[in-house]
């Protein structure tokens, strides 16, 4: 059961034929997933932006579904998601890749702190590191190579400078030790939509870490009731197939009960849209059915 826990994790929905009968293709593109840690979707138009640019490291589970917010850059309504470390604007009167903005969370939650970011000391150009002239601040080590390492794909060659400022936005402090949410006291630097961490006691990979912006600045999980209809099928090692809704509550646990501790063989999940409901500002954008196999 615990494997099919996981699988259920990173479960992939791909569009289906148009039918609950029909098989998911493999050459056919992941567009949705859900999380049982926070019982929230990531879903069209989200999706693609949260995949294609870093999942999880990098924006986190989702806290809360889609829902109608007023934007703190601008003062308009849009569609938006907010993720453990970022927020998510729908933006559909740009083009692509554009329509999917991020919020500024490194300035707001500084704000939210009652710290103005431009009275932080400025950093001076010095080898080793990248100079920024329109904040005044330095980028070094440990987190220069991060920040170069990751960017949103704007169609550039390799990860631009550009690409990296769109993802995390400029440096807006040098670095410093402070002391985190989590009550841990690390060296730390500020950027326009992100905290940069280093831990120097983790695994090489795990040393710079994302503050959980998003979570500070919105608080906890908030569980989506999933709009969408669909059954989920699990095929037990004796060939006994289980069926639990998903709009019937935590289908997982139905499956759980229903299974008895047997090992599951293979699990699949057939889905039909909306993701959103008529009142929701994103009807429409996921309407079909949607569809997956996992084997265990």
């Known amino acids: ?5 996981l699988a259920l994790l990173a479960l992939l929905l791909v569009p289906g034929a148009g039918s609950a009968s029909a098989a998911p293709s493999r050459q056919e593109r992941t ?6 840690e926070t019982q929230n979707w990531v879903a069209p138009p989200f999706y693609d932006f949260w995949s294609g640019n870093g999942g999880l490291p990098i924006f986190g589970y989702p806290l809360a579904p889609t829902d109608l917010m007023t934007s703190p850059d601008d003062g308009k309504v849009y569609a938006t998601q907010i993720f453990e470390r970022n927020r998510l604007e ?3 009167e740009n083009p692509e890749p554009y329509r999917v903005q991020l919020g500024r969370l490194g300035v707001e939650v ?4 009652g710290r103005n970011w431009q009275d932080f000391p400025k950093g001076e150009p010095k080898s080793g590191c990248d100079f920024f002239p329109e904040t005044g601040h330095t980028l070094c080590e440990p987190f220069r190579s991060y920040w170069r390492r990751y960017g949103l794909d704007l169609n550039m060659r390799g990860v ?3 690409e ?10 040098e670095p410093m030790m402070e002391t985190n949410a989590d009550g841990a006291t690390v060296l730390t630097q ?6 940069f961490e280093y831990h120097p006691n983790n695994p090489p990979q795990y040393r710079v870490l994302l503050g959980l912006l998003g979570k500070e600045l919105y608080g906890p999980y908030r569980p989506g009731a999933a709009s969408v209809s669909g059954k989920v099928n699990a095929i037990l090692r004796n060939k006994e197939t289980i069926e639990a809704g998903v709009d019937d509550g935590p289908f997982w646990e139905t499956v759980n009960r229903s299974s008895s501790g047997m090992r599951i063989s293979k699990a699949s999940l057939w889905i039909r849209g909306p993701f959103y409901p008529p009142d929701h500002p994103l009807f429409g954008v996921a309407n079909d059915w949607f569809g997956t196999s996992v084997i265990l």
């Open 164 to 173: 990296s400022i769109a993802l995390f936005g400029l440096p807006i402090s």
């Open 190 to 195: 500020w950027f326009e939509r992100a905290r």
């Open 1 to 5: 059961m615990r494997r099919f826990l």
């Open 90 to 92: 729908y933006h559909p």
């Open 110 to 113: 500084l704000q939210k702190q």
């Open 160 to 162: 631009a400078r550009a």
């Open 31 to 36: 567009t949705a997933i859900f999380f049982r």
